[in-house]
């Protein structure tokens, strides 16, 4: 069992419940007498976490994670999770998590790692939390509990900076691209993992994750892999770690579940990522933060080549905080942006300072190019003709004291199938 896709974690979307793809997976059961869990957490180490905090630990940054909600009461969050700040109109339930999930996550970005507790990447970031997720909740309180789409434009009105996502579907929602779009004319950062239907279907790269303006996350083990389960396509822009992560299986929230695997928990460790580097450049857009994220990513393939399993390669926060005086661009162009080759038509547009889009605001009146093609994923597949597979092997460097998070090697995004493989598909995006 990967993942609590796979054991039915249901999220409403449209008013339909559907399957949530993007899930933390369950991979061994609590053991009450469990080894410190930050031993578990492989991949702090490769990041020089230790290093990068003494820089930044992200303080002054709020992240909004729309999930299960978020219990406040572990011993990891105490003081970490602002209740208060949740808007009234979706404030329901959003302290009472029944699954563990978006405590998960909350834990694995700003957990303090109190009381042998989950140490998150950007320990002084705060949570604001959120609950679309309802699994487990009786019915009474399933009525009252947000949409994501009025999660996620709740959240685009408040001072969080950074938007995390751990869930998905696999169904374009219009009120979900409308509210990210909303979201990002209001300057935030949206962050989502790609799924976890690598090994079934076709794999695509599910809602919001391939919405206009967010940014995708795949997975990757410690041995610089990408997951077989993460979905891959055009909309895959980052890679994190994903497997092998203490979190809650259970909401009684007395011992952590190990061996934890998906894409969510990618998406916390990248929006825990842009905290670090959006605390330690405040004057920053969420343009270019991403935009920060994108460049410095380990890679060994050509920056404008971005690879359907890896995107633009492993976040690497640490490189950018090593230098002060770091360049992150043009602060009102999106470093997302992608073109239709065929039609040579941008099919998102910039998005400007504190716009004036209203929540009522329809996408089309907020981004006309992108209202054409609504499903961002299918956008432009015509053009996607290029393959090529590479051979396995992430390159060193003297930089880091780990090959993992300095160009994660072009054979770690080709994912082997029953003795066979994916090739890469290159040219997704021009940007």
């Not at 630990?57 to 992240?63: R, S, W």
């Not at 003081?79 to 208060?84: F, H, I």
């Not at 996408?363 to 093609?373: C, K, L, R, W, Y």
Request: proline share 6%; charged share 20%; glycine share 10%.
């Amino acid at each position: 069992m990967k993942s609590a896709t796979r054991r039915g974690l249901q999220v409403r979307v449209g008013g339909v419940a559907v399957s949530a793809l993007v899930a933390v997976g369950v991979g061994i059961a609590p053991d009450a007498a469990a080894v410190d869990v930050q031993t578990e957490q492989w991949y702090l180490g490769p990041m020089q976490a230790e290093e990068m905090w003494k820089v930044s630990t992200g303080e002054g940054i709020k992240v909004a994670v729309i999930d299960s909600g978020v219990n406040p009461g572990t011993a990891a969050l105490k003081g970490q999770v602002l209740a208060d700040e949740v808007p009234k109109q979706v404030a329901y339930g959003a302290t009472d998590d029944y699954e563990g999930h978006g405590t998960s996550m909350a834990e694995l970005i700003a957990g303090t790692g109190a009381g042998g507790g989950v140490q998150g990447l950007a320990p002084g970031a705060k949570i604001v939390p959120y609950r679309i997720q309802t699994r487990g909740v009786p019915e009474a309180e399933e009525k009252k509990t947000a949409e994501p789409a009025e999660a996620i434009k709740a959240a685009a009105d408040t001072d969080a900076k950074i938007i995390n996502m751990s869930f998905s579907s696999p169904y374009f929602d219009p009120d979900i691209e409308e509210a990210v779009i909303y979201a990002a004319s209001k300057g935030k950062m949206l962050i989502a993992g790609v799924g976890n239907d690598g090994e079934t279907g076709e794999g695509k790269v599910g809602y919001p994750a391939a919405a206009p303006y967010v940014l995708g996350i795949s997975s990757m083990d410690k041995d610089s892999n990408i997951s077989k389960f993460s979905s891959h396509g055009n909309y895959v822009d980052l890679v994190a770690p994903g497997e092998g992560i203490p979190g809650y299986c259970r909401p009684s929230f007395e011992s952590y579940c190990h061996g934890l695997e998906g894409t969510s928990a990618s998406t916390a460790i990248a929006s825990a990522s842009a905290a670090l580097i959006w605390s330690a450049h405040p004057d920053w857009t969420a343009n270019q933060v991403t935009r920060a994220l994108i460049d410095t990513a380990g890679r060994d393939w050509p920056k404008d080549e971005p690879t359907q399993y890896a995107g633009y390669g492993t976040v690497r926060p640490r490189t950018v905080l090593a230098d002060p005086n770091y360049d992150a661009g043009a602060p009102y162009s999106d470093p997302l942006a992608k073109w239709n080759k065929e039609e040579g038509k941008k099919l998102v547009t910039e998005i400007p300072p504190a716009s004036a889009a209203s929540p009522s605001a329809s996408g089309s009146s907020q981004a006309p190019e992108a209202s054409s093609d609504v499903d961002k994923a299918a956008a432009g597949s015509k053009a996607e003709k290029a393959e090529k597979s590479e051979n396995a092997a992430a390159e060193s460097s003297s930089d880091d004291n780990s090959t993992l998070w300095i160009a994660l090697g072009a054979a770690a995004a080709v994912v082997a199938v029953g003795g066979g493989a994916f090739a890469l598909l290159r040219s997704r995006r021009a940007t």
